[in-house]
């Protein structure tokens, strides 16, 4: 299995391809959308480049979860409800949510993954 680093770099070399960003750019702390200014288009590419340079299969929305952000299931005036909180951790055990359970406004989720939270999804992939 390849390693932490080696794991950073293929997905730091996605996401320099897929966004156009410089190399130092990406850091583990960079969010994704808020930093790196990637749109829902984008999202599809790093999807794509992530499959290709790890070997793995992605499920749509299974790291973007647009279902859950949409649904009135989960969704009560805005704001991710306890229901899709527990849907997102659930689904999304990768991601730290701490910041954004302060203030679950579905606008706020974007800028909720951060590029070591790729990293963590990567990994989770690889070693199942």
Same mark, same amino acid.
């Not at 750019?25 to 930093?35: F, I, L, Q, R």
């Not at 306890?82 to 406004?105: C, H, Q, V, Y």
């Given at each position: ?17 897929? /966004? ?7 850091? #583990?702390?960079? *969010? ?5 200014? &990637? ?23 299974? /790291?973007? #979860? ?16 306890? &229901?899709?909180?527990?849907? /997102?951790? *659930? ?6 949510? &701490? ?27 690889? &070693?199942?």
């Amino acid at each position: 299995m390849a390693s932490r680093d080696e794991i950073f770099d293929k997905v730091k070399g996605a996401l320099v391809e897929a /966004l156009g960003v410089d190399e130092d750019e990406v850091s #583990p702390s960079a *969010t994704m959308v808020g930093d790196l200014g &990637a749109e829902s288009i984008d999202f599809l590419d790093i999807v794509f480049r992530l499959e290709k340079a790890f070997g793995i299969k992605i499920q749509r929305g299974e /790291l973007f #979860p647009e279902d859950v952000l949409s649904s009135t299931e989960f969704v009560t005036n805005g704001k991710v409800n306890e &229901a899709g909180l527990n849907e /997102l951790k *659930t689904r999304m055990p990768f991601i730290d949510l &701490a910041k954004f359970e302060a203030n679950p406004s579905v606008q706020n989720f974007p800028n909720t993954l951060t590029v070591e939270d790729m990293v963590r999804y990567v990994e989770s992939k690889l &070693a199942a």
